[in-house]
């Protein structure tokens, strides 16, 4: 009697089931296999960098230091007589020049002692005329014996006090002239007028302190700024072969105001700050610069012909501080290149050795490079930017 083995299909679909997962995982493994020795025949991924050019341009040399804007004149008018004001006869605001009539006072209280003292001199001049007739007839009766010594002496004196009186009744007249030109206020320079400080209807007194408006000459105008003492000699030397330009920035170093020369270099040094004063001289045609304004003086020291330039950011440091720079080979893979930097201003840093024109320089993503590393180039977006700042001429090229 035979005996029948029934078989169980949920088995059978097990079976099916490992024998697939099985197969799949000596694929994937295979796979795997495959592309991990793909991947050690092409290397290691391309390192994507940032690079620029290396430039051979002229770089200007500045030295910046922080200024003030000075009025070449400022002055505050104050009347030199009293009396009530008349005329205004000027705006706020309004550029004058020089004699021009800015307000007038009451002239009249001056036009009277005029008067008075043009008819004082009148009087003396008249009694003065009738005692010189009397001194020349006391001459003649003198010499006859008929009046003494006394009485021609005394007529000689009176002759004298008279003329004396004439002197002083001419320095009278002079004197209400003077104050009657004093009631006229005219500016003294030219200029422009600030703020009006005194309304017409107001007394005014040769005693106040404060002025009746304040004139402050514009053109040309003055920048003072300071430099550290170990910059002075060098701009000295150059003073002595050329007259140097001066720039004067904005506040926050962006906009560029007005150009100007060197005028001088102050006497002394300020020991508590260890730097000097220098002054600059502006034409400031556009009334960019306004006094006691603060801005950032750029003073060009000179201009090195042919200068290797690059980003600044390309520069890194070794454990020693030398200086060098990764460069982009035509095989797209990087060596280190040891530079001598001269001197870095702003966002450029002049090269004395170590690179060519036109070599390309890494300016970004340095930390993942070393020798021979494969990279991917992206051209650097920044542009050259202007200088604005240097270090002291003694510490250029360390």
């Known amino acids: 009697m035979r ?11 097990v079976f099916l089931g490992l024998i697939s997962v099985l197969f799949g995982s000596l694929w994937g493994c295979s796979n795997a296999r495959t592309k991990s020795a793909q991947a050690a025949s092409a290397g290691p991924p391309a390192i994507p960098v940032a690079v620029s050019p290396v430039q051979k341009r002229d770089f200007p040399v500045y030295l910046t230091g922080l200024g003030t804007v000075q009025a070449s004149n400022t002055v505050s008018l104050k009347s030199r007589v009293d009396g009530q004001i008349v005329q205004i006869a000027f705006k706020e605001g309004q550029y004058v020049k020089q004699g021009e009539l800015l307000l007038v006072i009451d002239p009249r209280p001056y036009q009277v002692q005029l008067e008075q003292s043009e008819a004082a001199l009148a009087r003396d001049q008249a009694n003065l005329k009738n005692a010189q007739l009397d001194y020349e007839r006391y001459q003649g009766l003198f010499k006859e014996g008929v009046i003494s010594q006394q009485q021609y002496n005394a007529q000689q004196s009176l002759v004298g006090q008279l003329e004396g009186t004439i002197k002083a009744d001419q320095a009278a007249i002079d004197n209400a002239k003077l104050q009657l030109v004093y009631t006229r206020v005219t500016a003294p320079v030219n200029g422009r007028i600030g703020l009006r400080l005194v309304d017409i209807g107001n007394m005014v007194h040769a005693t106040d302190t404060n002025p009746l408006l304040v ?11 300071t430099l550290p003492e170990d910059n002075l000699p060098t701009v000295a030397q150059h003073m002595r072969n050329t007259p140097l330009t001066v720039e004067a920035y904005s506040r926050d170093d962006s906009t560029k105001l ?19 004063k220098l002054k600059a ?8 610069l306004i006094p006691n304004q603060f801005v950032n003086a750029r003073l060009l020291l000179e201009i090195r012909k042919g200068a290797t330039v690059v980003p600044a950011a390309a520069i890194q440091r070794g454990p ?16 280190v290149r040891n530079v001598n930097v001269a001197l870095t201003q702003g966002n450029d840093s002049l090269i004395a050795s170590g690179l060519a024109p036109g070599d390309l320089v890494v300016t970004d993503g340095q930390d993942k490079l070393q020798a021979g590393s494969r990279v991917e180039v992206h051209t650097s977006n920044a542009a050259p930017a202007p200088t604005r700042t240097v270090p002291s001429p003694g510490t250029a090229g360390q």
Request: aromatic share 8%; charged share 15%.
């Open 3 to 13: 005996s029948h083995v029934r078989r169980n299909p949920l088995n059978s679909f």
């Open 281 to 288: 001289m502006f034409e400031n045609n556009d009334n960019n």
């Open 215 to 225: 004139v402050t000459q514009l053109q040309p105008i003055a920048v003072v700024f």
């Open 258 to 276: 007005a150009t100007g020369k060197l005028l001088t270099i102050d006497n002394q040094i300020d020991q508590t700050t260890g730097t000097g």
């Open 320 to 335: 020693q501080g030398s200086a060098f720079i990764y460069v982009v080979k035509p095989d797209k893979t990087v060596e």
